[in-house]
């Protein structure tokens, strides 16, 4: 693959919930800010691969959503690509960007995430967030996504001592990030006491742990990196230094973390990127739940096996720690539009590799911007399975 | 882009009403179908392109409708992106599974198109056909895909002198073809006169000229055309000579051929493989309604503009003809399970470039094989303009 491949513009809406807005209002919002970040003209954009999870089934537009929005948006005639993989859609969409500029078959391409969360039907939200599964083998039979985490960390709980007050703190955490994020779809700070007062939903998840329905959409604008040093002279250049898919191979309910599949295709990505899991300054990770968290940060190998309630109690994945994880807020807390949050990880994240992050800019201990940064988007889950594993790192250049 | 990319294998799932088969079932066979044809070992394919239009809204299966076909056919691991754009899907799973190849990323990839339109009410699939629309703007209003067709057709009747005698020719052509095709919905071949005398849906279009509901799938298997080479031992390769997709620019029904964008992603084509439409050996052309044929003669420029009807009405666009055109019987007659219509018309182009079309092999006068097929595959329209539209011409080498 010829090209190396930078991330000249990112643009989001802000995660929440938009009643008058449909898909179409809410994606234009966050490709014209792209547009406007990348400081380039639209008709510079060859081609453009949308993503979108829940359209046909919660707002009736199927098969050509990508099409609808990008005329919306004023695009004519350039090859548009529907892409879907439940909850990694966003992070598959930027995948498939990078792809066409890599290979040399496009030099300026976009990537769109966008999702319609809130329909005022939560019941037909939910049944259609299940179609993430196999519907003939669980998803319609009330094993819900909530309740396969919640197995998840209990199990994760007994072999490892994490205790209830451990996965409040991810969430005080996170909360306290979203805070400071103007996108987040919830910006109130929340002690670890308040996480663990709220609903029960699945023992042990409370609500606040848990990812609430959203709008919003999120889109970045990929190109090569010749274009990128021209355009922006001088300046740093945000390089895809790599780019992994996996579908699942190994049981999130009995895998360990290097059984993982997360793991397994962390490890493609550090490989591409030429990179360890010492050299990221910072990491944006799909909390669906927000106890799942801690189990990234060893499947990621962002410390060993047993090892992450050190980093959640030591305060190392805060903002002002040494390895901060969710800056953003995470999907709990900036919220979980599924076809928009891998775009939205990638947005912090750039934001974050050039010192855009306003209050919740992560620096290292002696003032430095951060180099590497990694994002972690999963979809679905097949007969036990991570459907869909989605990895990037992004350097400064 | 670095590697030559050669078609492997390809293997279909008849297409018709299989009441008892679900997205899983059709595409299972389809897929092995395809190992079996490439001669491979299943374990040797990198990664999976897997196309849907309608299962999320027919029969409740979104998001990871890939994930699920996959594992159900024995597949863990492997990266897998869902792909959509309406009708013109299988095709476009095939061209970012060229594009895998072709960059270097993968050495070998899988695309499936599979669809499943009977699920006993009619009125729920036509409507879940409406969103390859801006359901917005048409979708919802009554304005059906047939009638679009009809306006357009009509106008060039008015416009050319085409005559209710040659659609009712391009019908009793694929009839005919498609009665030679083991896989097609349609085994009867019908005269003009039938066809004509079928039931008026919207006139100038009958029954039999309108492509029918459908289940069914296809797959092929694209790798690096340096394994083919090693493989295949001395027989012919069947290359990927162009791959173009575009979203639409010009109107439907305003367009002269020229301005089409059927004609627009053809140039492109053509000049990706290096040939002219003279070069052409035969076509798979997307006749969702057969008349339509005519027109997509004239935008692919196997003909001049106004000169269709001159092809129609000497035959020589038959299977014996100098440009067959729909050896496979076309829509109309092997059927159009919309996610599932790209990839049979690969399958059908590589199937006549190796000279394994049986009764409805196509050969030149001298009785050689063709060298160069083309595939024309259209989805959607978005504001009156096509949504996608996407070619690809295959080559004997």
């Known amino acids: 693959m010829v090209n190396d491949v930078a991330v000249l513009g990112i643009g ?55 099409q609808v929005i990008l005329r919306h948006a004023g695009f004519k005639g350039i090859p548009i690509v529907n892409v879907e993989n439940a909850c990694a859609t966003a992070s598959t969409a930027f995948r498939m960007a990078w792809l066409s500029v890599k290979s040399g078959l496009h030099d300026v391409v976009l990537a769109v995430g966008v999702e319609k969360m809130f329909v005022g039907n939560t019941a037909k939200s939910i049944e259609a967030l299940s179609t993430a599964t196999d519907i003939e083998v669980c998803g319609n039979m009330g094993l819900q996504f909530t309740s396969i985490y919640a197995m998840n960390i209990r199990k994760k709980m007994d072999r490892y001592g994490w205790t209830k007050e451990d996965l409040g703190l991810v969430a005080e955490k996170n909360s306290y990030n979203g805070s400071l994020n103007p996108y987040a779809q919830f910006k109130k700070p929340l002690s670890k006491e308040e996480v ?130 969710n800056p953003s807020g995470g999907l709990a807390s900036r919220g979980h539009p599924v076809g928009a949050t891998g775009l939205a990880q990638i947005a912090e994240v750039v934001w974050q590799l050039r010192g855009e992050a306003g209050k919740r800019q992560v620096r290292s201990g002696d003032g430095k911007l951060p180099r590497f940064g990694l994002t ?10 991570q459907a869909a594993s989605c990895i990037h790192i992004l350097s400064r250049v």
Chains 1, 2 share one sequence.
């Not at 400081?39 to 009736?60: E, F, P, R, W």
């Not at 972690?376 to 399975?385: A, H, K, S």
């Open 376 to 385: 972690q988007n999963d979809g679905g889950y097949v007969e036990g399975d």
């Open 196 to 325: 663990l007062a709220s609903k029960m939903i699945a023992d042990p998840i409370t609500l606040f742990m848990a990812s609430p329905m959203g709008d919003g959409a999120a889109a970045a604008i990929v190109c090569n990196e010749k274009i990128a040093r021209q355009l922006k002279k001088g300046n740093p250049i945000i390089r895809v230094a790599a780019s992994e898919l996996s579908s699942g191979h190994a049981s999130m309910l009995e895998s360990t973390p290097k059984e993982s599949t997360t793991y397994t295709t962390a490890l493609k990505a550090y490989e591409q990127a030429g990179v360890g899991p010492e050299d990221i300054d910072l990491a944006e990770v799909h909390d669906a739940m927000s106890p799942a968290e801690l189990k990234i940060y060893e499947e990621l190998g962002l410390c060993n096996e047993g090892d992450a309630i050190k980093l959640i109690r030591e305060g190392r994945t805060k903002i002002s720690g040494d390895i901060p994880v």
């Open 12 to 66: 989001m809406h802000p995660f929440g919930k938009f009643e008058n807005k449909h898909l179409k209002d809410l994606a234009n919002t966050a490709i014209w800010n792209a547009i406007e970040d990348a400081g380039i003209h639209a008709s510079k954009i060859q081609a453009a691969y949308v993503g979108n999870c829940l359209g046909g089934l919660l707002v009736g537009q199927e098969s050509v959503r990508g």
